[in-house]
């Protein structure tokens, strides 16, 4: 009897150790499920600002990064970043990413944040046209001009002539302040294709320039028509002269002539002869 109960007792404790043994082993091996594997990016080893000199290796480190968190223009070697210029600032072991470099060869400073193909053109700006100091780097603006009549005949004209053009420096600066403080600058410098480089400055030669600061978001460009001073002081549009178009006159037909009569084939003779008349025909 008692060794029944002993070998109950020892299965039972056997069936106990199992069930702990495969409990524990199912949640270490659903915890390592759970726990990402880790790869190997490369990283920025301190603060870096915008537009300095180009990095090196002891600029840059590498750091893990979860597999499962996709980075999308990452770098996995250091030698990878090493020469490129930083275009937006970084913080320390924060991943670097291909967006955030200027490409090979491009310099640094103002030029490497030009895209290719793109110019940098500036013009002068003050506290009113500048929007009041909060241009910053980075803003979007739409550029109006204000043409100034050359004759007694004509009047003031404003105009959008640019629209969602980005703002890259604001005097001397390239990035904005951390704190949002505004400030006057005499310089703004726009990104602009080279055709919109020269509207620009023809502009600049026969009009006055203002900028319209607009949401960032705001990408859309919508259809503008110039502003003139009849419509600005009396709510209507100067309407222009109508030129008629002269059409040829259609030259009248000379009225035709009727036609003359045909002479009758008869002839008729009246016969009076006392009260009588009597009348006769003759072919």
Known sequence: MDTRRLAIAVITALLISAGAT????????????????????????????????????????????????????????????????????????????EHDLAAPGSGFGLTAKIPTGMRATSVRSNEIVGVAGFLFPGSHVDVLAT??????????????????????????????????????????????????????????SQATIHFVLRNGADREKVDTRPVSMPELVFGFKKKEPVVEEKRPRKRMARAEKPPSPKPPDFYTVEIIHGDKRTEETFE
């Open 22 to 97: 495969y409990f524990f082993y199912t949640r270490l091996r659903g915890r390592q499920a759970a726990t990402p594997q880790m790869i190997k990016i490369v990283a920025s080893a301190k603060v870096q600002p915008a537009g300095g000199v180009t990095l090196k290796a002891e600029d840059l480190a590498v750091i893990d990064w979860p597999s499962t968190v996709v980075l999308t223009g990452s770098f996995s070697k250091i030698d990878d970043v090493v020469g490129r210029t930083v275009i937006y600032p970084l913080e320390e072991k924060e991943p670097i990413l």
């Open 147 to 204: 043409f100034r009549p050359t004759s007694a005949n004509e009047e003031p004209l404003t105009q959008t002539i640019l629209q969602d053009v980005e703002v890259i420096t604001a005097g001397q600066k390239i990035q904005p302040d951390p704190q949002g403080k505004p400030e006057t600058v005499n310089v703004v410098t726009l990104l602009l294709s080279p055709e919109d480089s020269e509207k620009l400055l023809l502009a600049t």
